[in-house]
């Protein structure tokens, strides 16, 4: 009974070519975040949505892309990848106002 | 291909010992905090959470301690076992907002 699910889960691109990582939820939670999660390193956060209300961090890099159509939907676009941006993306959501996030299983980004 | 990675801390217990995991925390205004466990190549996982105003959190094999005073949150598992090998993050969540932020993880490793 998956919660959080991430398609696909390794996904190999080449330099400077589009990839688009998608995320869906059954929980019907407000929140959907995407994290970027470097090998041995913190999950950092790129952006996250509150309903349809996008929330950029000031470091995410304009390489770093998102779409929400709908609750239970939430795209990651990379529009030119680079060497530096393969890593694990995981999804995230969450209800409103209540901290606990429930994570996906992640993609593996290989740049090629 | 990926940066190298930073290395974790790392704590090796014997299985049947008691782990205790530590963490600093950043920002006197976080009133959540919250223990992840990930494992390999998976997203994070809840096991605990705290609210600033209780000192003691306790769940099956796990207590969470939070002294606020030196800002420091501690994981505590009991009887260690094999499968509770993996790298576990704190995160804390100031307070009104919907964001998580990430402590650096500590490996724990369980040694027969």
């Known amino acids: 009974d998956a919660m959080v699910i991430q398609n696909p889960r390794y996904q190999v691109t080449q330099f400077g070519k589009p990839v688009t990582l998608s995320c869906s939820q059954t929980l019907n939670h407000n929140v959907m975040y995407w994290y970027q999660q470097k090998s041995s390193q913190a999950p950092k956060l790129l952006f996250h949505y509150y309903d349809k209300d996008f929330n950029n961090e000031a470091d995410t890099p304009d390489n770093f892309q998102s779409r929400r159509p709908n609750t239970s939907f939430c795209f990651l676009d990379i529009r030119s990848p680079g060497l530096g941006d393969a890593a694990m993306y995981l999804c995230?959501?969450?209800?409103?106002?209540?901290?606990?996030?429930?994570f996906g299983p992640g993609t593996r980004l290989t740049v090629t | 291909g990926e940066s190298v990675g930073l290395h974790l801390p790392t704590l090796s217990v014997q299985e049947g010992d008691n782990s205790i995991i530590n963490c600093a925390y950043s920002?006197?205004?976080?009133?959540?905090f919250i223990w992840y466990k990930q494992e390999s190549g998976k997203g994070p996982q809840f096991i605990i959470d705290i609210r600033s105003n209780m000192d003691k959190r306790q769940g099956q094999r796990v207590t969470v301690l939070l002294n606020k005073t030196v800002k420091h949150l501690s994981l505590q598992i009991a009887a260690t076992q094999p499968g509770d090998s993996a790298v576990y993050f704190c995160a804390e969540g100031p307070y009104n907002t919907d964001k998580l932020i990430f402590g650096t993880g500590t490996r724990l490793q369980v040694f027969p």
């Open positions: 920002n006197s205004a976080s009133d959540y």
């Open positions: 995230a959501t969450s209800r409103v106002r209540e901290s606990e996030q429930y």
